[in-house]
Nanobody
Framework: QVQLMESGGGLVQAGGSLRLSCAASGSILSINAMGWYRQNPGNQRELVAVITSGGNTIYANSVKGRFTISRDNTKNTVYLEMNSLKPEDTAVYYC???????????????WGQGSQVTVSS
């Protein structure tokens, strides 16, 4: 049984920083990529940043230069360092992992529970 556990959300003032963590656990055979998405009421869930197993990264234009995604393969953990936060960054942030479970035959997407990030002005 695979599970993604998120931590690090909270309230921060505009211009501040926050760091999110997401650890995958369970019967995991391999992880192709991990990333972060966000969603606020009335909007679709959008990609924030992704990092592949090879270390390649993708960022949404709205966070380029401010957010940094990184990983620790030994811990099956992905991080999102958010700097220069803006009120528009306020959302629920979801961790996603594309992985192959030990009992599965293909790569599937797994989601974390979501972490509220609120940026005040």
């Amino acid at each position: 049984q695979v599970q993604l556990m998120e931590s690090g959300g909270g309230l921060v003032q505009a211009g501040g920083s926050l760091r999110l963590s997401c650890a995958a656990s369970g019967s995991i055979l391999s992880i192709n990529a991990m990333g972060w998405y966000r969603q606020n009421p009335g909007n679709q869930r959008e990609l924030v940043a992704v990092i592949t197993s090879g270390g390649n990264t993708i960022y949404a234009n709205s966070v380029k230069g401010r957010f940094t995604i990184s990983r620790d393969n030994t811990k099956n953990t992905v991080y999102l360092e958010m700097n220069s936060l803006k009120p528009e960054d306020t959302a629920v942030y979801y961790c996603k992992a594309r992985l192959r479970a030990d009992y599965g035959g293909t790569y599937d997407d797994y989601w974390g529970q979501g972490s509220q990030v609120t940026v005040s002005s």
